[in-house]
């Protein structure tokens, strides 16, 4: 079968060029980074300037804490509540479970375009405001369904039989949950909480609705930068979360496949 | 499995209750309030904040039946979000097969990664790295024409091809993963017994491999043409001036004009167009799990 080797070396070739289209324009915002021209200008002459300038850019530096503090509390809150109602999710049986289960698509399918308003709208109308405490508020509600979703993926490997045979040994349910059940769908947290990280991290057009001048997150200080001109300092700082942020995802890939293979 | 389940699964709403309540409260406050919140706010002729004055209206949907401006727009997006679609499947189905059926092993499992990683990086500043391709002057520019004999001008920056490139390149990982979770479930011997009744290639794709893929194919064009019809980031650093779109229109309402309850209104025009477009998926979707 002569063809289907020519077709097959075809489809090869075929991904070589997806992935090339997929990473030639990081690469180069990348490679622009570490250019000395402040206009883009070849020839390439190395540089580590930008990044020494980021460093001085008080605005930037703020804005990044905020965006670490905020991803890091979204991890915490969204996978501690995400837990435990996957965990209802699995053990109970109610009327209205259904009903429950598909009231978590709607933050993934809606446009946020359209939940970021709609925030924005309410948080003012209750008194709570633009602000951190806004964006905080949002990006938990985001980080919400993926963690139950990955969670309750890890439960669907579970065996309820070993909840049985612990509380036949006379342990009890707190018991039961946390030395059976979570050290179980423990690979299913981690995943879920580097879910929850990345959601809140690369988040930007909820941010965008619900920040204020003094307090803000990194993507919504970059697009304000984009929107004045383009600088290689920005090449510097989306470098810096690019890679941030891939690493995270490996970093999750690894934990999910861990949860596949026990 | 469903035994299985029977057997740690108990009854009763009441022992879940304080499992789940937190959960629920905390989306019940951040997104489905908001919502409703949106949809009442959309009625209203000024923000009922700081002693204004206010009235229901029906003047915010008017605004958008009277005024050709608004509908021109919801169909340019929805037009941006067909084409993108569309080049998502072109380009996104061929790399899923070749994924699902030609690689094995180890560099299927490496290669597929990579094609998804970019996906779960920021897509704020994948679009900025488009820009330094695009511009003139930028790497296309410069490679094409040290490239090519006779001199080009490649300035795609600010265009509506610039628009489409950013966002194919945004959400053809979609598809990718979509059509190839179908694929990969698509038994070969149903493939290889086709071939030897005598059907050709192009036969097998049509009639055996793209009817059974069609599940991810749905699942890929609903959870591409959702977020590109809403989407103003893309259109704004991209496409300049010609990049005004149903999106930037919303956006502007709540960052420069203020008119909120214009803003609501079009944002929930906007939602009821995603909630049909969703609803006519789901069918197929519920077919295939």
Not at chain 1, 156 to 182: C, D, H, I, K, Y
Not at chain 2, 171 to 181: D, R
Not at chain 2, 232 to 258: C, H, K, N, S, W
Not at chain 2, 276 to 282: F, K, P, Q, S, Y
């Amino acid at each position: 079968m002569a063809t289907t080797r020519v077709l097959e070396w075809l489809g090869r070739f075929y991904i070589v060029l997806l992935l090339g289209f997929l990473y030639l324009p990081i690469v180069i915002m990348a490679a622009m980074s570490f250019n000395a021209s402040p206009f883009y200008q070849l020839p390439f002459e190395w540089t580590t300037d930008w990044y020494i300038s980021l460093w001085q850019n008080d605005q930037l530096i703020a804005a990044t804490w905020n965006s670490i503090e905020i991803a890091i509390i979204t991890t915490l809150i969204s996978t501690a509540l995400g837990s435990m109602a996957s965990l209802a999710l699995y053990r109970y049986e109610f009327r209205g479970k259904k009903f429950l289960q598909a009231l978590l698509f709607p933050p993934i399918a809606i446009p946020w375009l359209i939940t970021g308003t709609a925030m924005l709208i309410f948080f003012f109308g209750v008194g709570i405001g633009r602000g951190l405490i806004a964006i905080l508020l949002g990006h938990v509600a985001l980080a919400l369904p993926y963690v139950i979703v990955v969670v309750s993926a890890r439960l669907q490997t579970f065996a309820p039989e070993l909840e049985e045979a612990a509380r036949s040994l006379g342990a009890n349910q707190w018991q039961v949950t946390m030395r059976v059940t979570l050290p179980w769908i423990m690979p299913g947290v981690i995943a879920g909480g580097l879910f929850a990280f990345a959601v809140s991290f690369d988040q930007f057009v909820v941010s965008y609705f619900l920040s204020t001048p003094g307090q803000t997150t990194l993507p919504v200080e970059i697009y304000a930068a984009i929107r004045k001109g383009f600088t290689p300092e920005i090449n510097a700082v989306s470098t810096i979360i690019i890679v941030v942020s891939m690493a995270l995802m490996l970093l999750t890939a690894r934990f999910f496949k861990f949860g596949g293979e026990k | 499995m469903a035994d299985q389940r029977a057997i740690g699964s108990r009854r009763g709403l009441r022992p879940a209750l304080p499992l789940l309540l937190p959960a629920y409260l905390w989306l019940t406050v951040a997104i489905f309030l908001p919502l409703s919140a949106m949809v009442f706010f959309s009625f209203m002729t000024d923000l009922p904040l700081a002693g204004k004055e206010w009235a229901f209206t029906l003047g915010n949907y008017a605004a958008f039946f009277s005024q050709s401006l608004y509908s021109t727009l919801l169909f340019a997006s929805l037009r941006l979000g067909l084409e993108v679609t569309l080049w998502c499947i072109v380009i996104g189905y061929p790399a899923a097969y070749v994924l699902a059926k030609v690689l094995k092993g180890r560099s299927r499992e490496a290669i597929f990664l990579l094609v998804i990683l970019p996906f779960w990086s920021n897509g704020l500043v994948r679009i900025f790295s488009w820009a330094m391709v695009l511009r003139e002057g930028g790497i296309l520019d410069t490679a094409l024409n040290a490239v090519l004999p006779f001199k080009i001008n490649i300035d795609l920056m600010y265009s509506y091809p610039a628009v489409i490139i950013g966002l194919v390149h945004s959400y053809v990982p979609y598809m990718v993963l979509t059509c190839y979770l179908t694929l990969q479930a698509i038994d070969d011997s149903l493939i290889e017994a086709g071939r030897s009744l005598g059907a050709s290639r192009r036969q097998v794709l049509w009639r055996v491999i793209i009817p059974l893929s069609m599940p991810g194919l749905i699942a890929g064009a609903a959870l591409i043409f959702v977020p590109v019809v809403g989407s103003f980031m893309e259109p704004r650093i991209l496409g300049g001036r010609t990049g005004t779109f149903y999106g930037t229109v919303i956006e502007d309402q709540f960052v420069a004009v203020f008119n909120w309850p214009l803003g609501a209104a079009l944002s929930f025009i906007l939602l009821a167009v995603v909630l049909i477009i969703l609803a006519l998926a789901a069918p197929v979707l519920r077919r295939a799990a």
